[in-house]
């Protein structure tokens, strides 16, 4: 057995030895200036060896755009990290630039180091060019190409992104997404399912996800909605949420396992419904038909199932077991459809013919999902309760997307864009809420605060003190500014987890901290570049699940590169530290 282990252990280390150690190469911060180059051809020429020079970039400009001509792509850890104004909070802005040949950059962020920290925070990302073009049904602001990869998006604005705020195409990444406002991402009437906030881009929910915390966001005008992953989510935490005006449901993450979805407003969501032709064909559903619903679960098929047991997959016999193992929390959200929208769903109902299929109209739960919820024996972990239909009365410009009139700063209006969709007659209609247009000062800065501000601070008592944690039911910036919200910590709690040494390289101290989602005997050790054991922190001890920090003292050892092991169980982890004296 010891054997076994050592074997395994140099097996980890040969593969370490083979990853580029950015560790090295980066060093602190680099300001930069919205004057001179574009940011692109700043932060991606900054780079030795596919890695970047600087761990951090540090934008300072407010009182002009910084352009992008190309997609910014980084390999190796990276802090994109803007100075907000500090009287009015204004935030640095990234703008889509337009190239000579008219064509537009497509995405923002590409970030394609396997395992690597990627932090975004304080940026105002607008996909409107110079000269108001916008990249339809193909702009996106990140994208995450590796396996692995933790991204945290803080007090960021994403305007008139077109497909994917976020999208990733890969496996086990953990998304930390807040403080965040999304607005306006509406495509045309003829592909009215983008863009999305997060979207794996496996349809066949071939990809799975660790982690997604979504907290103190407010999602407005945009299409499909906050959440796509059709593949298992480990973990996923959705509270404080505004979403208002959606054209499609706000989730289609069916099969998730973990989740905390609380304190959230739906406010006139899922507007264009289902046809029944889209209901026959399970348009919204992994496990069709079901009626279109805000909350939409399923069971897990047998190779989710065998995937969460942690075996190959082995029929039927894994449901039950692997259903037992989930938790799904749904408490305190406030949900609302005005009359505007559901007399428009009554008039295109009555008037339907076969042209013009009449439309299945959302509920909050769908009894296919409510089912679950009540089925104790097999779901005995999924809660539902507190939530309202109760309308929390924002100001008069949230509903004047509806109907706009002449005003072309909300498009052609809500219900003019259903019709568009659902008549299939549709072109290039979208609607918003007060358009963001690129003035003709060379030093022209998007509006801030943001339009939405004064009206998205609803007035219903009721509805503000409703939450489960006392702070105002959905995004609670509106009403105190992001002084209000509690600071989320970047990390999922109760997981087995072993997080990277800080500092790392260090001389001759640092501190190793490591999660564990269950109680029991655990061990922490460190091991030299040729297996050798070199120091031991936690000897097979008893410990509750929880957080827990080790300090470490090397010394009395060499300069070099060591491996921390923790293994509790048939889990293990092991994580590469760099002593430099």
Known sequence: ???????????????????????????????????????????????????QNHSVYQLVSTDTTYLLDATITSQSSISIVGVPNATTGKLPCIQADVLQDLSIPGIFFTFTGQGTNVEL???????????????????????????????????????????????????????????????????????????????????????????IVIKYNTMLGVAMGPVVTTGITKYFDFSHNDVILTSKGPFWSEQVVNAKLDNNI???????????????????????????????????????????????????SDSLAAEAMRSVEVKNNAYYWSSGLTSFWTTWNDTATTAYDSIYTPVFMNNETMAMFNNKTVWPNFVESGNQNVDPTFGSTIDKVLSPGADTSYGVGLLAWVSAVRSGLGTTESYSYQKTLVGSALNWTPTWPLPESADLKYSNSAVKTMSTDGLPEGDPYWFNGITAVPKTVAQVPNQFALYEAYPNPFNPTTT????????????????????????????????????????????????????????????QLTKKMVLMK
């Not at 050592?6 to 680099?30: D, H, K, N, R, Y």
């Not at 006139?268 to 026959?280: F, P, S």
């Not at 070199?534 to 827990?548: E, F």
């Open 266 to 316: 739906f406010y006139n969501v899922y507007a264009v419904g289902e046809t029944h032709t889209e209901y026959a064909g399970g348009w919204d559903e992994i496990a069709p038909p079901r009626i279109p619903a805000i909350f939409s679960f399923a069971p897990l098929d047998s190779t989710k199932a065998a995937l969460l047991l942690g075996h190959a997959r082995n029929g039927s």
């Open 121 to 211: 925070k304080n940026l105002y990302l607008l996909g409107i060019t110079p000269n108001n073009s916008n990249n339809t049904g193909s702009g996106q602001g990140v994208q995450v190409s590796a396996d692995s990869i933790s991204l945290t998006v803080d007090n960021c604005v994403f305007d008139e992104i077109s497909q994917f705020e976020i999208g990733y195409s890969s496996n086990w990444n953990k998304f930390f997404i807040t403080n965040c406002k999304f607005r306006n991402g509406i495509d045309v009437a003829t592909a009215y399912y983008v863009p999305e906030l997060l979207r794996s881009e496996n349809y066949l929910g071939a990809w799975s996800t660790d982690s």
């Open 512 to 571: 190793i901290k490591f999660s564990l989602s269950q109680a029991g005997n655990v061990s922490l050790k460190i091991y030299n570049v040729m297996g050798q054991l070199v120091k031991t922190l936690v000897n097979n001890t008893y410990k509750n699940k929880g957080d827990y920090n080790y300090q470490v003292n090397m010394d009395n050892l060499s300069s070099g590169i060591y491996f921390y092991t923790l293994i509790q169980g048939n889990q």
């Open 1 to 51: 057995m010891k054997a076994l282990f050592t074997t395994t252990i140099l097996l980890v280390m040969m593969m370490f030895m083979l990853i580029p150690m950015e560790s090295f190469a980066q060093s602190g911060t680099l300001v930069v200036y919205a004057s001179g180059q574009t940011l692109d051809k700043i932060i991606n020429s900054d780079v030795t060896g596919g890695i």
